[in-house]
């Protein structure tokens, strides 16, 4: 297990408003107006930066009538980071939301599932409901990656989805991405309607919960708490947030 101590950024890139039925299996019948919040992550460590998930780009922000607020790969680069220097990004799992961009990084390595390739290029896409988060582009824009020998491929514990534990200067913190959207989803054991098995994913909560040092290095994939958390750190507007800075 590496030592190496890395910083950790969330930049929250688009937004999108809510009800709560929407959020969780399980819910308060008294329901109330929400919102989403969309983010990626990077990591870094000296000279070292690994980016976590890509997003999505404007024109799928008007398909799926979403609020977009900046490019999350142009907004790297705003906010000093060489895309060339960018050598490897995970791809925490192939939605939309998670996975577009990809052709803006022609030089970096992309981690994913093995499962989540086989998923989303598989015979389930026929269906509705489980190809609905996808996006036919972006999934053959990792395929053709994936031709270029730029694709490293994981096999966990959960089909498809990844979670990423790392080594700060606070402890040990996990980005849950989906695997939690949001932090209530794993406290109250309820999870995202967006679910293929409710037991793995049920399972994969105690698995974060092992993982994280506490509660409090959690961090939920798409809850707008996270800009309430956490410390922002640029001076351009770009919405960064310092994971290892709880305010």
Not at 47 to 76: H, M, W, Y
Not at 112 to 126: L, P, V
Not at 230 to 235: L, M, R
Request: proline share 4%; glycine share 4%; net charge negative.
């Amino acid at each position: 297990m590496s030592t190496k101590i890395w910083e950790a950024y969330a930049m929250r890139y688009a937004t999108v408003k809510r009800r709560r039925q929407e959020l969780f299996i399980s819910y308060d019948l008294h329901d109330e107006a929400a919102h989403m919040d969309y983010f990626v992550w990077f990591l870094r460590s000296g000279k070292e930066t690994i980016l976590v998930d890509t997003g999505f780009n404007a024109q799928s922000a008007v398909q799926r009538k979403r609020t977009f607020l900046r490019c999350p790969i142009e907004s790297l680069k705003n906010a000093g980071i060489a895309l060339e220097d960018i050598h490897d990004t995970i791809i925490t799992h192939a939605h939309y939301d998670h996975a577009g961009n990809t052709r803006l990084l022609p030089k970096t390595r992309f981690h994913m599932q093995e499962r989540e390739m086989h998923y989303a290029t598989g015979k389930e896409m026929r269906h509705a409901f489980c190809r609905h988060a996808y996006d036919p582009t972006d999934v053959c824009d990792l395929v053709y990656a994936n031709f270029e020998e730029r694709v490293a491929f994981q096999n966990g514990d959960t089909r498809g989805l990844q979670i990423v534990r790392v080594n700060t200067q606070r402890g040990w913190i996990v980005l849950a991405s989906d695997a939690s959207h949001y932090l209530e989803n794993i406290q109250k054991r309820s999870p995202f309607p967006i679910v293929i098995d409710v037991e793995d994913m049920l399972n994969g909560y105690d698995l974060i919960e092992k993982l994280a040092d506490s509660p409090h290095h959690i961090i939920a994939g798409h809850d707008p708490l996270t800009t309430q958390m956490y410390q922002p750190i640029d001076s351009k507007g770009l919405e960064i947030y310092s994971l290892t800075q709880p305010l």
